[in-house]
């Protein structure tokens, strides 16, 4: 593992699973652990900036490692862990901390939204900053939720990572880490931690799209298909994807949500397939019943033996106990040798 350039990604451990975090994410991590020393880990302790419920939280730690486990991530090739089993991060979160502004964190975009969204108030053109402290301590912005990025940029600073594969949304929490990285090299002039870059797929980047007719498949937009979703559950959310009234004549363009299911029929059908509907669109004859029982079936070949496997490995706990502990093993080695590095760095060292 050892020449390989580094790769880290964690998501959020709320919720299940979804065809565009399939597509999106999960099945180029399925191809990048041959490639790539990766790491691929649960965020719990960011879940807890906005979704405080323990028994939810576990379980849904425990759903989202069974989905990896079962939509091909190999614990033997990347390496595969739940953030809070590496104390290294919680304590380089609080000294990398210390380099961050809390100007710069207010300025987040995703942090005006979701701090907005805590205190129930909508963006007026009031300045958020002016917004927060105006509020008393029942409605509250947890600290938490102010310094995500930081926690971030450690998860991704603490094991040196060089490529970052997150989506859009990501972006700007990337920008920042790569600010801190810098910032930290320069004011303690050493040369520690490496600059992530986003990982680029090329022209490849694909956007899934939801079943509303409208944008991008996304957990709060309720539009999406679960990668264990029933088959029956399925097959009726696939029936009832908006479309329109169908082609009037010929070689008419063709509407958003009808292009959606094209979308989502490009990425799980075969090409002969897709084509035979994009002609009989063009001539007029399509029947968006046979397109969507179709895509249906081809979605579900898609996920049937994820679902599958998914109950299977949520089943075992002994399973998902001995991934877990090597995955934390491999990652604290690697996060307490950083962490010894930047106490160092900064002075904290022992008297005894
Ligand atoms: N913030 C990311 C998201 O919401 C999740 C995340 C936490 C992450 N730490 C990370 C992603 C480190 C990449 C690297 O999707």
Redesign the pocket.
Known sequence: MNNKEVV?????ATGNLHLGNYYGALSKFVKMQNDYDCLF?I?DL?ALTTAPDPNALHENVRNILAEYLAAGIDPDKATIFV?SDVPEISEMYLLLNMHVGIGELMRTA?FKDKARKQLGLTDDGTDIEKQIIGTDSNKRVNAGLLT?PT??AV??LIQK?HK????K??EQ??ELTRRFARRFNSFYGVDLFPEPENFNFGDHAVKVPGLDGSGKMGKSEGNCIYLIDEEKVLRKKVMRAVTDEGPKEPNQPVSQPVENLFTLMELTSAPEIVQSYRDAYADCSIRYGDLKKQLAEDILKVTTPIRERYHDIRNDDAFIARVVRQGAERARERAAKTLAEVREIMGIRKFY
């Open positions: 880290l990604s964690g998501i959020r880990f965020a960011h953030q995703s995500y926690l971030m998860d991704i990572a970052v594969p997150v989506g949304d990501q929490h990337l």
